[in-house]
């Protein structure tokens, strides 16, 4: 009998030996797609977090695959979606999330991780562009506000406190005033502020309306207020900056370029993504600043950034094994590593409380702002059918950045062409 068991226990022995060998042999695989929309080696670091997880999870194998920008990234995903070999999870905009829902592409997170506690970790403005319809469907990762980047040395040259950035609309444009140079010809080789138009035109200026009392749309992305009194108003001031004001460049001016533009010396102050922190501290020659973005009533930004998803079409183990990814590059200390080496705002309170987030704070206290800048954002504008509304939006509001319709003009029609994209959501 004993010698029975004995030879049953090495063979069960020699089974598993032999399943753990075929299971490690034949790992899961997944795809994972992601952007670049800021400076800095954001490759290498997804690359260096993707090397790990494999290193702790050798039964899964992830196929990390750099999409391009932000809007190139979704037409991948969509259009492999459609062909039938989607991606298993990508980073995609927060504000993609009702264009992935009405296409039926991604599946709910709470519904692979049963962990309300883990999901309730993360900060509260990220995941009002998160969750929708009672149900989570991504998971914030490189998450974003706006803030203004200044130039300390050059605040000093003009008599201003480099200590002290404007706070207001009116701060902002009496300092710029004071950066802007000029030579005798009127040539300009320095300007006293930059706010970038193309790529995310209408997040500059949905902070400017959010500082005056003004949301752009509703909760359930069915309806947009873009000609309301206080977004005509927000829209005058950033047209003025450059036809009344002339401390900022006309007409359309390059997401892309505007960090180059403020390392090069070229803008003393410039409004862009928190995610360029890590390329301005790298690069930059001189002390700058780092503030909240100056508003009219209050301050107010809206979020801004990336979301995991989790894409329909791919099996349940590689669904299993995506959200097993997501929660290891979400854990405190990665999640902190992540922030430090991009500039993007750690999305839960844990990843702060570590030590490394403490210490990075201690001796960069610029990366706080952001984080402080949370008590006052707002949702970052999403509809359903958000490109094409969003495209309504950019193109109007570039208009009149151009100068070829007046700012309240501009957003009326911004607002019909919503209007009927969206009247069928609406219902």
Same mark, same amino acid.
């Given at each position: 009998? *004993?010698? +029975? ?6 063979? =069960? ?8 060998? +075929?299971?490690?042999?034949?790992? %899961?695989?997944?795809?994972? #797609? ?16 993707? /090397?790990? &997880? ?9 196929? +990390? ?15 492999? &979606? ?8 990508? %980073? ?15 599946? @709910? ?7 309300? /506690? ?43 406190? !480099? ?9 902002? %444009? ?15 080789? $320095? ?14 200026? $949905? ?17 947009? #207020? ?5 977004? %005509? ?29 403020? =390392?090069?010396?070229?803008? +003393? ?17 001189? !002390? ?10 209050? @301050? ?17 183990? $590689? ?14 200390? *990665? ?5 430090? /080496? ?22 960069? @206290? ?42 309240? /003009? ?14 069928? #959501?609406?219902?």
């Amino acid at each position: 009998m *004993r010698r +029975a068991i004995l030879k049953s226990v090495a063979a =069960l022995a020699v089974s598993a030996a032999f399943g753990a060998s +075929a299971f490690a042999a034949n790992p %899961v695989e997944i795809s994972f #797609y992601y952007p670049v929309a800021v400076g800095g080696a954001v490759t290498k670091t997804i690359d260096s977090m993707v /090397a790990d &997880f494999e290193k702790a999870n050798p039964d899964i194998k992830v196929k +990390a695959v750099y999409a391009g920008t932000y809007q190139e990234s979704i037409v991948k995903a969509l259009t492999a &979606f459609k062909s039938g070999t989607p991606p298993t999870l990508a %980073v995609l905009l927060s504000t993609d999330l009702f264009t992935l829902i009405d296409e039926n592409a991604i599946v @709910p997170i709470d519904g692979l991780a049963n962990d309300k /506690a883990w999901i309730d970790g993360f900060y509260k403005g990220f995941m009002e562009n998160s969750q929708t319809g009672g149900k989570t469907w991504g998971v914030p990762f490189q998450r974003s506000t706006i803030v203004m980047y200044y130039n300390k040395n050059l605040f000093k040259e003009a008599g201003l406190n !480099p200590d002290k950035a404007p706070a207001t609309w009116t701060e902002m %444009v009496e300092a710029a005033k004071k950066l802007t140079k000029r030579d005798a010809a009127g040539n300009v080789s $320095q300007w006293g502020v930059k706010i970038p138009s193309t790529g995310f035109g209408y997040w500059m200026f $949905q902070a400017m309306a959010a500082s005056n009392d003004t949301i752009l749309m509703n909760n359930a992305g069915t309806k947009t #207020y873009f000609d309301k009194p206080g977004a %005509v108003q927000a829209l005058q001031h950033w047209v003025d900056l450059a036809a009344k004001d002339k401390v900022m460049p006309s007409g359309s001016i390059e997401w892309g370029t505007t960090p180059k533009d403020f =390392l090069e010396q070229k803008a +003393a102050m410039v409004w862009t993504t928190t995610g360029n922190l890590t390329n301005i501290r790298t690069n930059a020659t001189f !002390p700058f600043g780092v503030a909240m973005l100056p508003g009219n009533k209050h @301050p107010g930004s809206p979020t801004g950034g990336g979301n995991f998803y989790v894409f329909n079409k791919t099996s349940p183990e $590689q669904q299993k094994a995506a959200l097993k990814f997501i929660r290891f590059t979400t854990e405190p200390a *990665r999640a902190a590593q992540w922030s430090i /080496a991009t500039g993007y705002v750690a999305p839960r309170q844990d990843a702060w409380d570590t030590p490394e987030m403490k210490k990075y704070l201690q001796e960069v @206290p610029a990366a706080g702002v952001a984080r402080e800048q949370m008590k006052y954002g707002v949702a970052e504008l999403s509809t359903h059918d958000n490109q094409r509304v969003t495209k309504a939006l950019n193109d109007n509001l570039q208009a009149a950045l151009a100068g070829t319709k007046a700012p309240e /003009a501009a957003l009326k029609d911004a607002q019909r062409e919503s209007d009927r994209i969206l009247r069928s #959501y609406g219902r």
